[in-house]
């Protein structure tokens, strides 16, 4: 069993940066790949990234790649998300996710554990 809580969503300009952290609960965080994924009001549940269980592979969509950076901290149980250039279209709910496996999946069925979410809110 893994719990995870989201942080540091909030509101900026279009071009500004945030930082996102998801903190993980349990000893054997060092095992899953972990992942981000958004969903916007009124669409579907969007992959963001994701990064393998010893963090040494990164996938990411064209829509975020190069602005984003997914990393890991398993000394900390930390996952962050580096968000760079923000655009109005990344506004969403952003949420972090745990699955089983070391390969970094894209795809939210992988996943076995979600965050509540954090909201992020890019004004332009």
């Known amino acids: 069993q893994v719990q995870l809580v989201e942080s540091g969503g909030g509101l900026v300009q279009a071009g500004d940066s945030l930082r996102l952290s998801c903190a993980a609960s349990?000893?054997?965080?060092?095992?899953?790949?972990m992942g981000w994924f958004r969903r916007a009001p009124g669409k579907e549940r969007e992959f963001v990234a994701a990064?393998?269980?010893?963090?040494?592979?990164?996938r990411y969509p064209d829509s975020v790649k190069g602005r984003f950076t997914i990393s890991r901290d398993s000394s900390k149980n930390t996952l962050t998300l580096q968000m760079n250039s923000l655009k109005p279209e990344d506004t969403a709910v952003y949420y972090c996710?745990?699955?089983?496996?070391?390969?970094?999946?894209?795809?939210?069925?992988?996943?076995?554990?979600w965050g509540q979410g954090t909201q992020v809110t890019v004004s332009s």
């Open positions: 996710a745990a699955g089983v496996g070391a390969f970094p999946s894209t795809t939210a069925r992988s996943y076995d554990y």
């Open positions: 990064i393998s269980s010893g963090g040494g592979s990164r």
């Open positions: 349990g000893r054997t965080f060092s095992r899953y790949m």
